[in-house]
């Protein structure tokens, strides 16, 4: 009912940027949460930046000051921009968006992941 595709990993050496986007389609009434996740090889999935319907933003703690969320409701989009990356940020990065369907259903959905790559 809601589908995901995200864009923007790829490669990039330690001290670098990347912006990640993901946008959101399908019987979306409304948009309750947007959030990104991480899974690092051998590590479990942990979340890196949450935004609320309400524009409220959170962050994992040792990522503050690095990364930014950013949404926009009209479009369906969340963004996350990282910056000053580590190696230790490499990972299959993971959209996450909770949303109210048009048959007001609260459903949960999953993108397919993007791979960012930090080298030192």
Same mark, same amino acid.
């Given at each position: 009912?809601?589908?995901?595709?995200?864009?923007?990993?790829?490669?990039?050496?330690?001290?670098?940027?990347?912006?990640?986007?993901?946008?959101?389609?399908?019987?979306?009434?409304?948009?309750?949460?947007?959030?990104?996740?991480?899974?690092?090889?051998?590590?479990?999935?942990? !979340?890196? *930046? /949450?935004?609320? @319907?309400?524009? =409220?933003?959170?962050?994992?703690?040792?990522?503050?000051?690095?990364?930014?969320? &950013?949404?926009?409701?009209?479009?369906?989009?969340?963004?996350?921009?990282?910056?000053?990356?580590?190696?230790?940020?490499?990972?299959?990065?993971?959209?996450? !968006?909770? *949303? /109210?369907?048009? @048959?007001?259903? =609260?459903?949960?959905?999953?993108?397919?992941?993007?791979?960012?790559?930090?080298? &030192?």
């Amino acid at each position: 009912q809601v589908q995901l595709v995200e864009s923007g990993g790829g490669l990039v050496q330690a001290g670098g940027s990347l912006r990640l986007s993901c946008v959101a389609s399908g019987r979306i009434l409304s948009i309750d949460a947007m959030a990104w996740y991480r899974q690092a090889p051998g590590k479990q999935r942990e !979340v890196v *930046a /949450t935004v609320s @319907s309400g524009d =409220r933003k959170n962050y994992a703690e040792s990522l503050k000051g690095r990364f930014t969320i &950013s949404r926009d409701i009209f479009t369906k989009t969340v963004i996350l921009q990282m910056t000053s990356l580590e190696p230790e940020d490499t990972a299959v990065y993971y959209c996450n !968006v909770k *949303a /109210t369907t048009t @048959s007001f259903r =609260r459903t949960e959905a999953w993108g397919q992941g993007t791979q960012v790559t930090v080298s &030192s």
